[in-house]
């Protein structure tokens, strides 16, 4: 299991990674044209901070447990993950998006899963 925790949070690291960039490097017009619809409610800064949150998760999820300095903060990453998702799929509910809700349920799942983990039965022990 220790390994699946590993490629779940390496591959959730990789999505956020890129996701996060994209909304770090585009200005929201352009996200919103590109499909990111919700991005017209936010504020170019919450467009950034939410960019920056995900960058911050993807790295949360690998570093701490790489280099062996507080790994404690991968399942924190992962929780954190699942309550940005939470945020992003009541944001779709309230526009009436069915299609991203279930991209964000999909993302919800393992990061729920790597919380779980790694909080409980495969704990990082020091």
């Keep these: ?17 890129a996701s996060g960039a994209k909304k770090l ?13 919700w991005a017209e409610q936010f504020s170019p800064g919450a467009v950034k901070t ?7 998760a993807a790295a949360g999820l690998i570093l701490p ?4 300095i507080a790994p404690v903060l991968v399942p924190l990453a ?4 699942a309550l940005l998702m939470v945020g992003a799929i009541i944001t ?3 526009r009436h998006e069915a299609q991203p809700i279930v991209l964000n349920i999909a993302l919800l799942a393992p990061a ?3 919380a779980w983990g ?5 704990a990082f022990t020091g």
Excluded: C
């Design 50 to 56: 939410i960019g920056t949150l995900e960058i911050l």
């Design 92 to 94: 779709h509910i309230s």
């Design 1 to 17: 299991m220790n390994i699946a925790l590993w490629i779940v949070a390496g591959l959730l690291a990789i999505v956020f990674l």
């Design 78 to 81: 992962a929780a954190g993950l």
């Design 118 to 122: 790694r909080f409980g039965p495969h």
């Design 65 to 68: 447990a790489a280099l062996d």
């Design 25 to 37: 490097t585009q200005p929201k017009e352009k996200l919103a044209a590109a499909g990111y619809g």
């Design 112 to 114: 729920v899963l790597v």
